[in-house]
């Protein structure tokens, strides 16, 4: 079983930074995949940044240039920086953790059983 707690959200005006930290417990280990996801009300949850166990990363193309994530192996700790933040980036940011979907780590929601709680950002214009 993995758990997953996720800190560091808050409130910020447009163009401020925030980095949020995301602490994996239980099953620590480290083959698979790893990711940031976001849900607005009444929108669909959606990826941020996926980040499989050899570094590799896929962003989505709103947050490219302004956001960036990183792992601390040896900590069991996923962070994300963002930086340049807008209005529409908030939300309610869970991190999320699973195994190899077809050889690789997919974006899609149902590909990872595991999520934390959720910290919420949000930025004011």
């Known amino acids: 079983q993995v758990h997953l707690a996720e800190s560091g959200g808050g409130s910020v005006m447009a163009g401020g930074s925030l980095r949020l930290s995301c602490v994996r417990s239980?099953?620590?280990?480290?083959?698979?995949?790893m990711g940031w996801f976001r849900q607005a009300p009444g929108k669909e949850r959606e990826y941020v940044v996926i980040i499989d166990s050899d570094g590799h990363t896929k962003y989505t193309d709103p947050v490219k240039g302004r956001f960036t994530v990183s792992k601390d192996n040896a900590k069991n700790i996923l962070s994300l920086e963002m930086r340049s933040l807008k209005p529409e980036d908030s939300s309610l940011y869970y991190c999320?953790?699973?195994?190899?979907?077809?050889?690789?780590?997919?974006?899609?929601?149902?590909?990872?059983?595991?999520w934390g709680q959720g910290t919420q950002v949000t930025v004011s214009s």
């Open positions: 239980g099953d620590t280990y480290s083959r698979g995949c």
């Open positions: 999320a953790a699973g195994p190899f979907f077809n050889g690789g780590c997919s974006t899609e929601v149902f590909t990872f059983p595991y």
